[in-house]
């Protein structure tokens, strides 16, 4: 592992309660050797979408990083969006799930389209 790839590893945090919430998801579902694999989708005028999925897939490119015996994957296109992000499990009096914290300033072009640390996704031509 290189140093890039030990500092990305070190960015991404799976909380224990999140690694605890997906423990039980897995045991219910009866689920061995899977992992939680968070990702980075869309694009355009309605902007980025944080997904979440079990996946039983390892690449070789992914980043893992592993809390309490339960692994998060990031794919190798989102991890450049990821750093610093926190995948974290809150429950509440309405509702409870997971929640992504992402410190990376999401941006909006004239089109409301996002952008992340400025660079735009797409062009903005399309949106009109």
């Known amino acids: 592992m290189t140093l890039s790839?030990?500092?990305?590893?070190?960015?991404?945090?799976?909380?224990?309660?999140?690694?605890?919430?997906?423990?039980?998801?897995?045991?219910?579902?009866?689920?061995?050797?899977?992992a939680l694999r968070l990702y980075i989708s869309g694009g355009g005028c309605s902007g980025y979408q944080y997904g979440l999925a079990l996946d039983n897939r390892t690449r070789d490119e992914d980043t893992v990083v592993e809390t309490d015996g339960i692994k998060l994957l990031v794919d190798e296109v989102s991890i450049k969006y990821?750093?610093?992000?926190?995948?974290?499990?809150?429950?509440?009096?309405?509702?409870?799930?997971f929640?992504?914290?992402?410190?990376?300033?999401?941006?909006?072009?004239?089109?409301?389209q996002s952008t992340?640390?400025?660079?735009?996704?797409?062009?903005?031509?399309?949106?009109?």
């Open 99 to 112: 929640k992504i914290i992402n410190p990376n300033p999401l941006d909006t072009c004239g089109c409301s």
């Open 5 to 34: 790839e030990q500092t990305l590893t070190a960015s991404i945090a799976l909380t224990q309660p999140a690694a605890k919430a997906v423990r039980e998801i897995m045991n219910q579902k009866n689920l061995q050797g899977y």
């Open 116 to 128: 992340v640390d400025g660079e735009a996704n797409n062009s903005c031509s399309g949106c009109g």
């Open 82 to 97: 990821l750093h610093g992000t926190t995948v974290d499990y809150v429950e509440g009096a309405e509702a409870s799930g």
